[in-house]
């Protein structure tokens, strides 16, 4: 048995059958072929999205496979080649640092390269699809395929990775393509309003806006488990958006399109009057309703107590329902 608690930032103490590693696509080719890995198995990236309900009686695997290889550049822009076991955050710092733009609205987001191609990140207006070109993959059986971008299927924290019949898919490389001119997302939440504190508009202060954002609303995990944005912003038809914005006028929102509309799903949390509220060792987190938190001790099955309420709570007020945006590992 291998203690999972390092391997989820929920902190919950679980334990799997098997824990594998591997460093490269022939490492991995090589695991497949003399392990004859059969089900129940799973991929794990950092562990930042993940909530286990018990032990996992099966095999963990895990990419420690590196690296960040520019394939091609121009005076415009430049692909790059990213190892899935990267963290996501230092990617994102070496693109900074390179001045590469198009992933700063995505620092300090928690877990791995190969993660954020499958469960398609996003953050402060910019989604990984938007600089996603392509991604290489190894299943099960050893057979390798990449991906282009448009085959991944992408949708709001979604992809075709995500789907119950290519859980045996995993990715081993993500290739980005990133600008070289200066271009900026600056209009969603507080980033335009943060940056007046700085005297210049630069991808670093960008970076930093973001960052400092994320950890005045964002516990961090080494302190008090949690898995950040437990639920998805629900995405409502437009009838029902109006009909709501006539009983509650102050609601945020985002337009999608003439027919869909988000809805912030911290904003309807603390509607509910959960924001800092717990039950037994799960809590919502007091500064960010979106956030469930691990107060100490707590087993997967209380953060699903939680989370259970919380959505019964927000069906019953707003009519609409909120999906957990984690993946549940029973």
């Given amino acids: 048995m291998y203690s999972l608690l390092s391997h989820n930032t929920f902190g919950i103490d679980v334990y799997a059958s098997r824990f594998l590693e591997y460093s490269s696509t022939d490492e991995l080719k090589w695991l497949i072929a003399r ?73 300090l987001i928690p877990g ?12 402060y207006g910019v989604e990984a699809k938007d600089r996603i070109v392509s991604v290489e993959t190894i299943d099960i059986h050893g057979k390798e395929r990449v991906y282009a971008v448009d085959e991944c299927e992408y949708a709001y924290r979604d992809s075709v990775f995500k789907r119950p019949e290519n859980k045996s898919v995993f990715v081993t490389h993500v290739c980005f393509l990133l600008g070289k001119e200066e271009r900026y997302v600056l209009d969603y939440g507080t980033v ?37 944005s437990f639920f998805m912003n629900p995405v409502v038809s437009k009838e029902k ?14 337009e999608l399109s003439d027919a ?10 603390e509607q509910c009057g959960w924001k800092g509220k717990s039950l037994g060792p799960a809590a919502v987190h007091d500064k960010q309703a979106l956030v469930l938190v691990n107060l100490g001790g707590a ?29 549940i590992i029973s």
């Avoid at 958006?241 to 009983?247: D, K, Q, V, Y």
């Avoid at 087993?299 to 709570?313: E, F, P, T, W």
């Fill in 35 to 107: 392990e004859g890995i059969t089900a129940p198995f799973l991929h794990i990236g950092g562990g930042s999205n993940l909530l286990f309900t018990g032990d996992y009686n099966g095999v963990v695997l895990h990419s420690r496979i590196g690296g960040i290889e520019v394939l091609r550049e121009t005076e415009r822009d430049v692909l790059v080649r990213v190892g899935a076991g990267v963290v996501w955050d230092d990617f994102v710092v070496y693109c900074v640092e390179h001045g590469w733009y198009g992933v700063e609205n995505l620092s």
């Fill in 112 to 123: 791995e390269v190969g993660a954020s191609a499958v469960q398609n990140i996003g953050a």
């Fill in 192 to 228: 335009r309003k943060e940056l007046e504190k700085y005297p210049s508009l630069t991808l670093r202060n960008v970076r930093q806006v973001i960052v400092d954002i994320r950890k005045s609303k964002l516990p961090d995990p080494k302190v008090q488990g949690n898995a950040g």
């Fill in 241 to 254: 958006f109006e009909a709501l914005r006539s009983a509650y006028p102050q609601m945020p929102y985002y």
């Fill in 260 to 269: 869909k509309v988000k809805i912030p799903a911290g904003w309807l949390i």
């Fill in 299 to 327: 087993k997967g099955s209380d953060i699903i107590a939680l989370s259970d309420a919380v959505r019964a709570s927000v069906r019953e007020l707003f009519g609409i329902e909120i999906h957990p945006e984690v993946n």
